[in-house]
C-alpha cells in the first residue's frame, strides 16, 4: 500500500490515484484559506502567537470554545470547552482512544474494539499496542437496485460480551460512503450504555463540517458517545487537525496522552477556523462549496460507473450516501480484489482492494476480496479514465 502514499505525493506522471482519501482542492473553499492567512498575518500579533507560543496541551481555548457553541447552536447539545480536546488529526485521535479503552489493563484484564460494520475504515486495522485488537460484524446486505446496495446493521450478530471496551463507527462510513441511520446510531447508543462501553462514532465526513453528506442525517452526541471529527476533509489536511467530543473524563485523559506524546499539537488549523466557527461561515463553506463540490464528483462517478460497466455482469454498488469513495462489489467475480488491484496497477490506475477495510471478521473478509474503493477526489478526466479501464479489466476478469 505504499504504493498509494507515493503516487500522490510523488505526482507519478500517467498514474490515475483512484485509491487515496485525499480530500480535493476546491478552488473557492482555497481562496478562504488563503484569505484567512492573510486575515492572520493582519491581526496584531495573531501570526506571532500562531507560530511562536506552545498551545496546552488539550488545545486552544477559544477555538474550543467556538467549536462548542457551534454545536450548541447546530445541534441543541449541552456541550462547552470541557468536553473538547484537539489532537493531531482524526487518525492520532483514534490510536489515543482505542489504546486508551481497549488494549491490556493494569489489573491484567484485556478488552477489544468491536466495529458494529465491517467493512470499516482501514486506518484503524494496525491502531491496537497489542494482538487481536478488534472484533468486526458482517453487516446486512441490501440489495436496493439490480446494481445497487446497502449494508445494514447486523444486530443480530453483534454481541457485546465482556471483553469488549467500546464500539466504533464511522458516519458515513470510509470505505462504503454508508451512512448509518439514526435508528441504527440509536440502537447501537443504546447497546454501548447497557454494557457501560462508549460508542466512537467517526464523524470525519459528518455534519456540521465538513458535511461530506449526499442524504440527510441527523447527528447525535450523548455523555456516552466520543465523537470525532477532523479539519482534513474540510480542506486542510496538512494541518493535522482532529477534535474529540466527549464527557470531560475522556477528554482529561486524551489531554494526558497529548502532554505525554506531543507536548502540544498544531495550531495552525486551529487558528485558521476559529473565526469560521464564531462567525457561522462554516455554514456557508460546507453548504455553498464542499458538499455541492462532492455530490457533483459522486453523482458523475456513478454515472461513469453505469456507462463504462456491462450491466450484464454481477457487479454492485454501495449506496453513495457521503464521503469521497465508492465501494463496489463484484460479486463471484473469478479474482480476488488484490490481483484486480495489481492488474489495475499495470494499466496505471491505483484503487484499494477491499480485504485492507476487513478488520476483525473472517466473513467480511470473503465478503471484501470482492470488493474495492474507488476516491471520486480527483479531476473528472482521472475519475472516468480510471473507471473506464476498471470496467475493462473487471469485464476481463469475469471472462476468465
Ligand atoms: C473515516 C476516517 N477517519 C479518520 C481519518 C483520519 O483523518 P485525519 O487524520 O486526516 O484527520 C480518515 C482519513 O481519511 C478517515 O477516512
New binding site residues.
Given amino acids: 500500500m505504499d504504493d498509494l502514499g507515493h503516487a500522490l505525493a510523488e505526482g507519478g506522471a500517467g498514474i490515475r490515484m483512484l485509491g487515496g482519501?485525499n480530500p480535493a482542492l476546491i478552488p473557492e473553499v482555497n481562496a478562504i484559506w488563503r484569505r484567512r492567512m492573510h486575515e492572520i498575518l493582519d491581526e496584531g500579533d495573531r501570526f506571532d502567537r500562531m507560530m511562536t507560543v506552545y498551545d496546552p496541551p488539550k488545545g486552544n481555548h477559544r477555538f474550543a470554545l467556538a467549536m462548542a457553541a457551534h454545536l450548541q447552536r447546530e445541534y441543541g447539545w449541552d456541550v462547552g470547552a470541557n468536553h473538547i480536546a484537539i489532537t493531531s488529526?482524526?487518525?492520532?485521535a483514534?490510536f489515543y482512544l482505542f489504546n486508551l479503552l481497549a488494549g491490556e489493563f493494569a489489573g491484567g484484564g484485556r478488552k477489544r474494539v468491536l466495529l458494529p460494520v465491517v467493512p470499516e475504515?482501514i486506518?484503524y486495522a494496525n491502531q491496537g499496542l497489542g494482538p487481536d485488537f478488534f472484533s468486526g460484524v458482517m453487516p446486512g446486505i441490501e440489495h436496493t437496485a439490480p446494481h445497487a446496495f446497502k449494508y445494514r446493521v447486523n444486530f443480530d450478530g453483534l454481541k457485546i460480551t465482556d471483553d469488549i471496551g467500546a464500539l466504533c463507527v464511522?458516519r458515513p462510513t470510509?470505505p462504503s460512503g454508508n451512512v448509518l441511520t439514526y435508528d441504527e446510531v440509536a440502537h447501537l447508543d443504546g447497546l454501548a450504555r447497557e454494557a457501560e462501553v462508549p460508542l466512537l462514532i467517526?464523524n470525519?465526513?459528518g455534519a456540521p463540517f465538513p458535511g461530506i453528506l449526499f442524504t440527510k442525517i441527523q447527528p447525535i452526541w450523548n455523555e456516552n458517545i466520543i465523537l470525532t471529527f477532523?479539519l482534513?476533509k474540510l480542506g486542510l489536511?496538512g494541518t493535522?487537525t482532529?477534535i474529540i467530543v466527549a464527557r470531560p473524563e475522556i477528554i482529561r485523559a486524551i489531554t494526558s496522552m497529548n502532554a505525554i506524546i506531543g507536548l502540544a499539537n498544531g495550531t495552525i488549523g486551529q487558528a485558521m477556523v476559529t473565526p469560521l466557527l464564531e462567525s457561522g461561515e462554516i455554514r456557508s463553506i460546507v453548504a455553498d462549496h464542499v458538499r455541492p463540490f462532492y455530490e457533483r464528483k459522486a453523482i458523475n462517478a456513478r454515472r461513469w460507473i453505469a456507462q463504462y460497466f456491462d450491466a450484464g455482469l454481477d457487479y454492485h454498488v454501495h449506496a453513495s450516501e457521503g464521503a469521497l469513495f465508492l465501494w463496489l462489489w463484484f460479486r463471484g467475480m473469478p479474482i480476488t480484489a488484490a490481483e484486480l488491484y495489481e492488474r489495475l496497477k499495470n494499466r496505471g490506475v491505483l484503487i484499494v482492494p477491499g480485504h485492507y477495510f476487513a478488520i476483525g471478521s473472517a466473513e467480511a473478509e470473503r465478503h471484501a476480496s470482492e470488493c474495492i474503493r474507488l476516491s471520486f477526489a480527483m479531476d473528472d478526466a482521472t475519475v472516468e479514465e480510471g473507471i473506464a479501464i476498471l470496467a475493462d479489466e473487471v469485464a476481463k476478469a469475469y471472462a476468465e
Fill in positions: 482519501g488529526g482524526g487518525q492520532a483514534f475504515y486506518g464511522s470510509n467517526d470525519a465526513y477532523s482534513s489536511p493535522r482532529g
